[in-house]
């Protein structure tokens, strides 16, 4: 057999957003496992390098440079946090390679060497703000971590808001690794502000945390909910259903979407990593993008990463959530928005549902919410 493709994994076991990137790195496996199982890829099966950056720009560059210095791997895929994939991606440039990023994002970017493969503000920003304006009202007061997301999703949301005559009321960032106390602040600010909703950019371990604050001072989210595109399946697992409750996100992919290609994944992914883990869209896109980038290899027959980038302009892939393809214009992916809200059991139900999939536009977050249509779904709260 020929020597094997080496995909270097870059997903944080450790650190402030392991229990996501921890979903991330399974899905990476699983699809890697599942193309191995089936001959692996133009005759040869695919190696993962798995990395353990800890949720830290610095180790990430670090990890990025020894995988891409000797020719370890040239494609690379992971990275969770904003912060992360802008300190991977110089690298990524300088030794013309390819990342692979899984995950939502601010948007505003455009790397030669970098296929998106998350949502673009136009992907779930949008579609989240049109329904909560309508199910909940538009006076906002926003609550995030303290690094890049956060700052430029606020800023998208802030334009939105104001757009349809809204108003932010207030903008707190607590530290990235937080303590308890460090919601006292937003928590004390939200009770005096009275807003319609809160949206969060809190990441990774503080979540739960600002969602406890947020249930023990006994705000009612029927009708003042937590919305927020960083809390999915992962961070909810943190979370008691009482605490959890009434959260609204937007996403491509929830655990409960009904379909064969869904419920395969998801069953999958639990067969092999404990019939209770989460399975948020995070982990979906992880998997999807490993597929894509094997039929592209298949294609180019080679890994070359100008020569795969070349062929997944032409690359499309059934994925859990629904077809999926790389933008040749910015990299990014047709993904299918959804919105959903977290049930009094805490299991996410949709609320809308796109018809069909939106086009990547990292770029043109003004443009207007009017000219959405009313798809599927569309519930006000209960
Ligand atoms: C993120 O930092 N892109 C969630």
Redesign the pocket.
């Known amino acids: 057999m020929n020597p094997p493709w080496r995909f270097g994994l870059l997903c944080s076991q450790t650190g402030v957003t392991a229990r996501v990137e921890t979903t991330q790195l399974n899905a990476s496996l699983l699809a890697i496992e599942q193309l191995n199982q089936a001959g692996g890829v133009a005759g040869r099966l695919i190696e993962p390098l798995v990395c353990d950056p800890a949720s830290n720009p610095k180790q990430f560059a670090a990890m990025a440079e020894r995988l891409l210095n000797h020719g370890r791997a040239r494609l690379l895929f992971g990275c969770?946090?904003?912060?992360t994939r802008k300190a991977v991606l110089p690298l990524v440039e300088s030794y013309r390679g390819l990342l692979f990023y899984p995950?939502?994002?601010?948007g505003f970017e455009y790397s030669k060497h970098c296929i998106y493969t998350g949502a673009a503000p136009n992907q779930n920003s949008m579609q989240l703000a049109r329904y909560l304006f309508g199910a909940y009202g538009r006076r906002f007061f926003f609550v995030g971590s303290n690094y890049v997301?956060p700052y430029e999703s606020n800023r998208i949301m802030a334009e939105l808001i104001r757009q349809a005559g809204g108003a932010v009321l207030d903008e707190i960032y607590v530290p990235l690794a937080p303590q308890p106390g460090d919601f006292e602040k937003a928590i004390r600010g939200i009770a005096r502000t009275k807003p319609d909703v809160v949206f969060s950019t809190v990441?990774g371990e503080g979540t739960a945390m600002f969602h406890d604050a947020f249930h023990k001072a006994g705000f009612d989210p029927v009708r003042l909910p937590i919305a927020s595109l960083?809390t999915g399946e992962a961070e909810v697992a943190d979370m008691t259903p009482e605490a959890a409750c009434g959260h609204v996100t937007a996403a491509p992919f929830f655990d409960i979407l009904p379909g064969p290609a869904a419920a395969g994944f998801v069953s999958a992914y639990r067969a092999r990593f404990g019939a209770d883990a989460p399975v948020p869209a995070a982990a979906e896109a992880a998997y999807f993008q490993v597929m894509l980038a094997a039929k592209a290899i298949g294609q180019a027959g080679s890994d070359d990463p100008a020569l795969v980038q070349a062929a997944l302009a032409e690359c499309e892939y059934d994925a859990p959530q629904g077809r999926v393809r790389i933008d040749r214009d910015n990299n990014h992916t047709y993904l299918w928005p959804r919105v959903a809200r977290l049930n009094a059991a805490g299991r996410f139900e949709l609320v809308w549902n796109a018809r069909t999939p939106v086009k990547p536009d990292p770029y043109r977050v003004t443009q207007t919410l009017d000219g959405w249509p009313d798809d599927a779904v569309h519930q006000p709260p209960a």
């Open positions: 969770y946090m904003s912060s995950t939502l994002y601010e997301y990441v960083t």
